[in-house]
């Protein structure tokens, strides 16, 4: 399991899809994508659904995701997305009282105690106690993380002198 906090967004794509059965059907897929703002979401979006979509498609929504951190599995066969709600408890220094604050994550596996399993692994390496307070699978398609490329030092720009 790998973990990546981000600005991550939750982009509506519509497009034709064949079906089994060899009709088209206009379907509205959830996507996730990593992004600073919703133009560069939108234009992420794009990008990674026209590899994939033969045909026209359009963006119809995009929301800032209630999540800052996804567990990404290793496990080919996860396949599936799931948020959970986690409750942290810590102690209050100066009135020593439990206070209690809750964070969504996203998770991917592929049955409910499966990201179950994988939160746990993930929390396994801190030591702040919590409490899995909801995990439900979502209708998340995939998730799309922000491609960084590396440039050399002597990439430059270059200016021209009048």
Same mark, same amino acid.
């Given at each position: @399991?790998?973990?990546?906090?981000?600005?991550?967004?939750?982009?509506?794509?519509?497009?034709?899809?064949? =079906?089994? *059965?060899? =009709? %088209?059907? +206009?379907?509205?897929?959830?996507?996730?994508?990593?992004?600073?703002? !919703?133009g560069e979401a939108e234009e992420a979006i794009t990008k990674e659904m026209t590899a994939f979509v033969?045909?026209?498609?359009? #963006? +119809?929504?995009?929301? %800032?995701?209630?999540?800052?951190?996804?567990?990404?599995?290793?496990?080919?066969? *996860?396949?599936?997305?799931?948020?959970? +709600?986690?409750?942290?408890? $810590?102690?209050?220094?100066?009135?020593?009282?439990?206070?209690?604050? $809750? #964070? &969504?994550?996203?998770?991917?596996?592929?049955? !409910?105690?499966?990201?179950?399993?994988? #939160? /746990?692994?993930? @929390?396994?390496? &801190? @030591?702040?106690?919590?409490?899995?307070?909801?995990?439900?699978?979502?209708?998340? =398609?995939? #998730?799309?993380?922000?491609? !960084? &490329?590396?440039?050399?030092?002597?990439?430059? %720009? /270059?200016?021209?002198? /009048?």
């Open positions: @399991m790998r973990s990546r906090t981000a600005n991550w967004f939750e982009c509506t794509v519509r497009y034709e899809r064949q =079906m089994e *059965d060899g =009709m %088209p059907k +206009k379907v509205n897929e959830l996507y996730v994508v990593d992004a600073l703002s !919703f033969s045909g026209e498609f359009e #963006v +119809k929504n995009i929301n %800032p995701a209630a999540y800052g951190e996804i567990f990404f599995s290793e496990n080919a066969n *996860d396949d599936r997305w799931y948020k959970a +709600k986690l409750t942290f408890i $810590t102690l209050d220094e100066k009135t020593e009282k439990e206070k209690r604050s $809750t #964070v &969504t994550y996203l998770v991917q596996a592929s049955t !409910f105690n499966g990201a179950v399993k994988n #939160v /746990e692994e993930v @929390m396994s390496g &801190t @030591m702040i106690d919590y409490v899995i307070a909801n995990i439900s699978e979502t209708k998340i =398609m995939d #998730v799309y993380e922000h491609k !960084f &490329t590396a440039k050399s030092v002597d990439d430059k %720009p /270059e200016f021209e002198q /009048e």
